[in-house]
Nanobody, 115 residues
Framework: QVRLVQSGGGLVQPGGSLRLSCVAS????????MGWYRQAPGKQRNLVAT???????FYGDSMKGRVTISRENAKNTVDLQMNNLKPEDAAVYYC?????????WGQGTQVTVSL
């Protein structure tokens, strides 16, 4: 069974940084695309960033310029470095993996930005 397991997140002050990590276990393949999404209370889940297996990246407008996505194909991991965090970045962040027309999600990680 393929699982995406997230780590990182937590509480950070405005202007601070956090790094989220996600590792896929139980897979015998390399995900075509991996990414990060976020969902604030009462709002839809939105794209933060994606990266494909050739390293091509795409960033959503909400955090563009403040985040960097990276991955290691051999380890099936994807990381999200977030800088200059703002209170409106507070949300549950989800790791995502896409392969062979199937999508997989991590368990979600809470990010809180507050003094």
């Amino acid at each position: 069974q393929v699982r995406l397991v997230q780590s990182g997140g937590g509480l950070v002050q405005p202007g601070g940084s956090l790094r989220l990590s996600c590792v896929a276990s139980g897979s015998t393949f390399t995900f075509y695309k991996m990414g990060w999404y976020r969902q604030a209370p009462g709002k839809q889940r939105n794209l933060v960033a994606t990266i494909d297996n050739n390293g091509r990246t795409f960033y959503g407008d909400s955090m563009k310029g403040r985040v960097t996505i990276s991955r290691e194909n051999a380890k099936n991991t994807v990381d999200l470095q977030m800088n200059n965090l703002k209170p409106e970045d507070a949300a549950v962040y989800y790791c995502d993996g896409y392969h062979d027309e199937q999508e997989y999600w991590g368990q979600g990680t809470q990010v809180t930005v507050s003094l």
